[in-house]
């Protein structure tokens, strides 16, 4: 028995993208374009009119923005939304991930390689249970202020570099709305380095670091060739380049091959940790959709090194932290509420 198509409502102020975004989805085969919006507040009375099975979201529009008409979806009648985005406004792209979009990914062109992942997109975010979603990121979720000073000084590099723990954090789908819920846990003093791999759209990783730097009291930085692996400091890999570390213990941005199916690479980020910091890497699986960062997982625990995975009530999608878990390359499932907790407990550890 065939499936029944996805329902779509797209929401775009220009006829022009949502023409392009029509003609991608219809020509799949799968989808059915249930309805227009040309703004935020016929978006959200169309989708309480038409019950669409995704909506695909710009930000920028007349009489009500993408961001609030978000909300206001959310918050009647729940449906998985895709941001669909220039890069130059990212920040604003992930702000609405706060707001309880799933994704985000770029306005695509013609081009056939942006027009399958749009449509892979499309099919995977309008799968996702969106109540769960909502719940994960919202319950027991930090009042988020200014960050506060540190309340003690920073390691000096040299001490981390030589001895201190390292974490490497592997995360896809739901993985920012994750991030953002334990980064922002974190102590302002937490005393070592932590290196995020976020499967992303390209030009978006500068965006989600700025997003996630105003949540936390650590400064987030989006990682650049030969920067020296410092405590305190959470470094976020672009999705252009893979992101690893060197035995000097600096990062390095590896080239994209046309295999690598994610971008950036978790296995390359939590493999390269496994080598160069040994028993003292911890890596960290969440939430997302295929099997990259199990490989990486595996590897640090060989090495000594301790692995701790999402467990599958909190996650948007228990599809990486899933395959790690069954190929016994994770020491412990917690719940995202208590990885920081954990986070903290290793990083005060010396052994």
Known sequence: ??????????????????????????????????????????????????????????????????????????????VPILVVSSVADAANAYAAVAKGAVDVVSKPSLDPDEQRDFVAK??????????????????????????????????????????????????????????????????????????????????????????????????VRLATQGDLVAPGIIYVAPSERHLAVTHSRRLTLLERQSKDVYRPSCDALLESGAAVFGRRAVGIILTGMGRDGASGMAAIKEAGGTTIAQDEASSVIYGMNRVAVEQGA???????????AAMAELAGRNG
């Open 330 to 340: 994770v020491d412990r499932v917690l719940a995202l509420d208590a990885i920081a």
């Open 122 to 219: 499309a099919r995977l975010v309008s799968k996702i249970p969106v109540i769960t979603h909502v719940r994960a990121l919202r319950v027991g979720a930090p009042t988020v202020e200014a960050p506060p000073p540190r309340s003690q000084p920073a390691l000096p590099v040299e001490l981390a570099a030589a001895s201190g723990r390292a974490f490497f954090i592997a995360s896809s789908t739901g993985g920012p709305q994750a991030l953002a819920h334990l980064l922002a846990r974190l102590p302002a003093d937490f005393p070592c380095p932590v290196l995020v791999a976020q499967h992303i759209a390209d030009g978006f990783a500068a965006g989600m670091a700025d997003w996630l730097g105003s949540l936390t009291a650590l400064p």
């Open 1 to 78: 028995m065939t499936a029944p198509p996805i329902r779509v409502l797209l929401a775009d102020d220009s006829a022009l993208a949502r023409g392009l975004l029509r003609g991608f989805l219809e020509a799949d085969g799968g989808f059915q374009v249930v309805g227009e919006a040309c703004h935020g507040r016929e978006a959200v009375e169309m989708v309480l009119a038409l019950r669409p099975d995704l909506v695909t979201m710009d930000l920028e529009m007349p009489v009500m923005g993408g961001l609030e008409a978000i909300a206001e979806i959310m918050a009647s009648k729940a």
